[in-house]
């Protein structure tokens, strides 16, 4: 898991500093859990995540 998580922190970030709600990393493993979870769709994956 600590590689996982060390290969997704390396992402860059493009988005404006003061805009950001969440970080990249938190984005890409919460889909990264969800797709492992069988989430075929985006509104699959919000579903699930909304659960948690």
């Known amino acids: 898991m600590k590689a996982l998580l060390d290969y997704v922190s390396t992402v860059t970030d493009m988005k404006q500093e003061k805009k ?3 970080k ?15 989430a075929d769709d985006w509104v699959e994956k919000e579903g699930i995540l909304a659960d948690r």
């Open 24 to 38: 990249m990393m938190d984005i890409i493993m919460l889909a990264f859990f969800a797709m492992l979870a069988n």
């Open 20 to 22: 950001v709600l969440h």
